[in-house]
């Protein structure tokens, strides 16, 4: 098979040594792919990708890369596939894109993994009631008196808001804990496929009124953008943990902080409407809380692009790709553009 060339079509010299590691590097040895990298020695954001675009064969994008549209590949004769280094591919490609023939595929299988690894720790923070007696940093001190109080995971309700990447993997982590009860708000899910996870499904009015632990995984659409606001925060129990390690805007922030500030629930919260918040923010009052700087999926980064070229070697050996995004998929990723 002649050697593939690929373009990391990025503008931005940050994102070079953030994803070409030796692991990356390893990989397109093995597959004899090119992999050319206009802004491995600067910034280039003025770079006319049009001039570039003919003589390659796929495509690499990661965040703030131009959309892949039908206009912008008319000058991509040779090129096949697009894969994404990160997770959701709406801010990277439109629906044009997926009529002209070229596949498209995406790490968020990756990414998901990490943010599932995260949202167990909220879980197992949660069941803890970590934020009632435990010394977190240099601030305060341990609440002997509250000692106790926490929850035996065998009898807790965790809810699960959405059933991607994210939902799954956590599914699988949580199983050797066997919560007392799964609920999975979502318009897809099988009843079979949530059997085989323990789990069942229902709406989001009740997973809120009975979890425990409530997570947010779904992705940002239109039909649920700010989604939960005073209503729905209302209906969760006292005492209940309100988890967001997805995406902000799918509730209404300042809804979110008067109830928690109300000290009827606690929250542990990975995404905010403003990135990073001001100094000032009530968040950093609250006693019951526990905060992390959009840093979830970090921790799989350096595996996003080995895992597209995996999926280009899939695709150039006419096999079927693990992460392909269809037109389908599409149309319920998150719009990283509704802010």
């Not at 597959?31 to 690499?60: C, H, R, T």
Request: net charge neutral.
């Amino acid at each position: 098979m002649s050697i593939k060339k690929i373009l990391f079509i990025n503008a931005f010299q940050k994102h070079y040594p953030m994803f070409w590691n030796e692991m990356g590097m390893a990989k397109a040895e093995k597959y004899g792919f090119q992999i050319d990298f206009p802004a491995k020695d600067g910034d280039v954001e003025n770079i006319d990708w049009s001039k570039l675009l003919p003589e390659y064969d796929a495509l690499i994008t990661t965040w703030r890369s131009p959309v892949c549209s039908a206009e912008f590949l008319k000058n991509a004769p040779k090129i096949k596939v697009i894969g994404h280094c990160a997770g959701s591919v709406v801010a990277v490609v439109n629906e044009s894109t997926f009529t002209t023939g070229v596949k498209v595929t995406g790490a968020n299988s990756v990414m998901a993994e990490a943010v599932a690894e995260w949202s167990l720790l909220a879980t197992l923070l949660a069941q803890r009631n970590l934020t009632c007696y435990a010394k977190l940093n240099r601030a305060g001190r341990m609440n002997w008196a509250e000692a106790y109080n926490m929850q035996d995971i065998k009898k807790m309700t965790i809810a699960l808001w959405g059933m991607g990447d994210t939902t799954r993997h956590l599914l699988k982590f949580l199983a050797p804990l066997k919560p007392g009860r799964i609920l999975i708000v979502s318009n897809h899910a099988s009843e079979a496929e949530l059997s085989a996870y323990g789990a069942e499904k229902a709406t989001l009015d009740e997973a809120l009124q009975n979890a425990d632990v409530f997570h947010c995984l779904v992705g940002v659409t239109a039909e649920n953008f700010e989604r939960i606001g005073a209503k729905e925060f209302a209906m969760m129990k006292d005492g209940a943990t309100f988890v967001n390690g997805g995406r902000a805007r799918l509730t209404r922030e300042n809804d979110l902080v008067a109830e928690l500030q109300t000290g009827r629930i606690n929250a542990i919260l990975d995404v905010f409407s403003k990135e990073p918040f001001a100094e000032d923010h009530p968040f950093n009052d609250l006693d019951n809380v526990i905060l992390t700087p959009h840093n979830a999926g970090f921790t799989g980064r350096d595996r996003f692009l080995p895992y597209i070229l995996d999926e280009f070697d899939r695709f150039f050996r006419g096999e079927a790709m693990l992460s392909e995004v269809s037109s389908k998929r599409f149309a319920t990723m998150t719009n990283e553009k509704m802010r």
